[in-house]
């Protein structure tokens, strides 16, 4: 299978001080990929530089093989950032409008193309399960159903890969749960790429196909069933880092 | 005020401060939300430095004060991008500037007169076809601006991460939400002057806030506020013989008030 996302020898840091130095990591097409580490790891500036927000000192990128700087194609990539559910509450916005920011069309918002717009956007809340709320407000959504609004806000482009970063931040256990049935849908059944960075490596136990493990270095990158034969999940668990969950 | 309204003074004044106060609503729903209310107090003071170097030069003020406010809206973007500053303080530094050299221009062309007050405290009644004209146009544009770039700013807005993965160029963005705003500041000077007009970009944005469960539905309310805040202030103006901008910002804030007031009935119903 064909790599969808490349990154070569990736260095980047802040005032001299490193976040990752010299990562290497390619995600092809079907994969489920877990980015796991401790705090400070490195996780989300990985993320954030693979999506061209962050721009590395070294090293390159390329997205389904174009180089980041040529890639035009945005609509394919779907991202949900770490502080998705942090949003100011009173902003007067309608789970529909969120879901339809996407879009970033005025055809498809205000113009012409507006109920092919309306029906991409009911498309992508009926995958996540939240069409009846499709008139409420965000701000009165609890956090794992608008963690599901933001899902279907990355889906409403029909996006190949999709990005999530600590999705499931303060959302409860049973909640959890159903969202990651969800993801593993919209992986096996949809053929979505998905990658998913997270603190709890009990996650990739139960749902991902592949495994980077990051500590500013690549430590680990690979199959997720190779890696739970490795020294790196041995010494991950005898540390207790499944039962890590934290709040940013 | 209907009677009144086959003389020419109040349908410029009418027609200048409608599109102009709509301008200002529109764009004060983006600024709000973005936590860029003051953006439209410092520029404002910037402004006053453009009409006195317009005054100063000889030159139509109002060109002046629209260069000097554009300018100086996209060196605040640069302060903070190039000097890592907070907004409220790039706009504290080049608003405090703007006020000193306009003060610094209108003394050295000894014209603290007749046309200065008129720029500070507004006098939309004594509106010119002219410039009625060019409010019309300018804010015409500006609402035009904003509408095709609607849905890119309102992501911009709400996630700006969010919307650059989606390839929303928001550093272009910004700079075009800047300069709008900077023109609009300039447009609302005749309506409300210098010293108030930031008014017309926060409290109508602000009543629009109240009651809102939808973006579109707030840029919708403040614009209806900041039309019957108008055109009531005029007519207030022109019954109690009161200047206008004054009337046009009391009557625009009894409206947020009221707004507001029905708002926390509804929270305490609802509890």
Redesign the interface.
């Known amino acids: 299978m064909s790599d969808l996302i490349k990154a070569n020898g990736l260095t980047f840091g802040y005032d001299g001080s490193p976040i990752l130095v010299d990562v290497s990591l390619s995600i092809r097409s079907g994969d489920f990929l877990a980015i796991i580490g401790p705090n400070g790891s490195g996780k989300t500036t990985l993320v954030k530089v693979l999506l061209g927000l962050l721009r590395p000192q070294a090293g390159r990128v390329e997205i389904m093989g174009k180089p980041i700087e040529e890639f035009t194609e945005w609509r394919k990539l779907g991202y949900v950032p770490q502080k998705a559910t942090h949003i100011d509450p009173l902003f007067p916005a309608s789970v529909e409008e969120v879901v339809g920011m996407a879009l970033v069309s005025n055809r498809q918002i205000l113009g012409a193309g507006r109920g092919r717009g309306s029906a991409a956007v009911l498309r992508a809340l009926r995958e996540v399960g939240m069409e009846t709320y499709r008139g409420w407000q965000i701000g009165r959504l609890s956090g794992g159903q608008q963690q599901r609004v933001f899902i279907a806000r990355a889906l409403v482009t029909g996006p190949r890969v999709l990005f999530l970063d600590e999705p499931t931040t303060g959302v409860d256990a049973e909640t959890q749960g159903h969202f990651y049935d969800m993801l593993d849908h919209l992986n096996q059944d949809e053929g979505i790429t998905i990658v998913l960075v997270t603190h709890d490596i009990g996650i990739v136990n139960r749902h991902v196909t592949q495994v980077a493990c990051l500590n500013q270095r690549m430590v680990y990158h690979g199959s997720h069933q190779e890696f739970c034969r490795s020294d790196v999940f041995r010494d991950m668990v005898s540390r207790g880092d499944h039962l890590i969950s934290h709040e940013h | 005020m209907a009677g009144l309204l086959h003389y020419g003074f109040l349908q410029r004044a009418v027609l200048a401060g409608v599109f102009v106060a709509v301008a200002c609503a529109v764009l004060g729903v983006f600024l709000i939300?973005r936590k860029d209310a003051m953006i439209g107090h410092g520029l404002s003071h910037i402004a006053f430095a453009g009409v006195a170097l317009g005054l100063f030069l000889n030159v139509l003020p109002l060109a002046a004060a629209l260069a000097v406010s554009v300018a100086a809206a996209l060196g605040i973007l640069r302060l903070k991008d190039r000097a890592g500053l907070h907004g409220d303080t790039a706009i504290g530094i080049l608003s405090s500037l703007g006020l000193a050299v306009g003060i610094l221009l209108a003394t050295l062309a000894r014209s603290f007169n007749v046309d200065l007050m008129a720029y500070l405290f507004g006098d939309v009644l004594a509106i010119q076809p002219a410039e009625v004209w060019l409010s019309i146009g300018l804010a015409a544009a500006v609402l035009l601006v904003v509408?095709?770039?609607?849905?890119?700013l309102?992501?911009m807005t709400?996630?700006r991460?969010?919307?650059?993965?989606?390839?929303?160029k928001a550093g272009r963005l910004d700079a075009v939400l800047m300069a709008l705003t900077a023109v609009t500041i300039v447009l609302g000077m005749k309506v409300a002057g210098i010293l108030l007009v930031a008014a017309l970009i926060v409290i109508p944005a602000a009543a629009g806030?109240q009651l809102?469960?939808?973006?579109?539905?707030?840029v919708l309310i403040a614009g209806a506020v900041a039309v019957v805040s108008v055109v009531a202030g005029l007519a207030v103006s022109l019954e109690l013989d009161i200047p206008a901008s004054a009337a046009i910002v009391i009557f625009c804030f009894f409206v947020f008030a009221g707004l507001a007031g029905v708002k926390r009935k509804r929270l305490v119903k609802t509890r």
């Not at chain 2, 991460?161 to 929303?168: I, L, M």
């Not at chain 2, 809102?212 to 707030?218: G, H, N």
């Open positions: 939300l509408f095709l770039n609607y849905a890119k309102l992501f709400f996630d991460e969010s919307a650059r993965v989606s390839g929303v806030l809102a469960s939808s973006f579109r539905m707030a």
